[in-house]
């Protein structure tokens, strides 16, 4: 087996780590939970702020501002507790892709403002959180392509479910 074979069988081992998936979902989880809660405390400067990038119509940016955090605190802590873990996995990637399309379009216009990311607790320019969306990104990707049930809840209500279902 050649030396790159190897390796890649090594990174797919580490890929597919339970621990590694565990700490992919709580890191993904937490962040996803304290940037929700924040802007939560602060919903209608949030829903103001997601207007100012001035990428989807006033009403939608409007719908978006408000209903963002609530979808990022439930994703959190779906994500934490290990249910549905595929298609949590699946709208924090799709949360991320908005996050980097927004600020990319914003530095991109030219405009140096800050992106409300953890409302007004962690007051950060968009462009410095740029880093931090990829990597969430990428730990979402691996969440997504490994589920990885360990210290899961989903494994323990399915078998719940089939008990209940036996009787």
Same mark, same amino acid.
């Given at each position: 087996?050649?030396?790159?074979?190897?390796? #890649?069988?090594?990174?797919?081992q580490?890929l597919r780590?339970p621990? &590694?998936?565990?700490?992919?979902r709580?890191?993904?989880g937490g962040?996803?939970?304290?940037s929700?809660?924040?802007?939560?405390?602060a919903?209608?400067?949030?829903? !103001?702020l997601?207007?100012?990038?001035?990428i989807?119509?006033h009403?939608?940016s409007?719908i978006?501002g408000?209903?963002?955090?609530g979808v990022?605190v439930?994703v959190?802590?779906?994500?934490?507790?290990?249910l549905?873990?595929?298609?949590?996995?699946f709208? @924090?990637?799709l949360?991320?892709? @908005?996050? &980097?399309?927004?600020?990319?379009?914003?530095?991109?216009?030219?405009?140096?403002?800050?992106?409300g990311?953890f409302g007004?607790?962690?007051?950060t320019l968009?462009?410095?959180?740029i880093?931090? !969306?990829?990597?969430?990104?990428?730990?979402?990707?691996?969440? &997504?392509f490994?589920?990885g049930?360990?210290?899961? &809840?989903?494994p323990w209500f399915?078998q719940? #479910? #089939?008990?209940?279902?036996?009787?």
């Open positions: 087996m050649s030396r790159l074979a190897l390796n #890649a069988a090594g990174a797919g580490i780590h621990y &590694l998936t565990l700490a992919s709580v890191g993904l962040v996803f939970i304290f929700g809660v924040a802007k939560l405390a919903l209608e400067a949030f829903a !103001d997601v207007v100012e990038y001035h989807l119509p009403s939608l409007r978006y408000y209903l963002l955090p990022e439930a959190g802590i779906f994500l934490v507790s290990g549905f873990l595929r298609t949590n996995a709208i @924090s990637i949360a991320t892709i @908005s996050f &980097l399309i927004a600020k990319s379009v914003s530095l991109y216009r030219g405009e140096h403002f800050t992106c990311c007004e607790t962690a007051v968009s462009s410095v959180t880093a931090l !969306d990829v990597l969430l990104l990428g730990l979402a990707f691996q969440i &997504l490994h589920k049930e360990f210290l899961s &809840l989903g399915s719940k #479910a #089939a008990e209940q279902d036996e009787q």
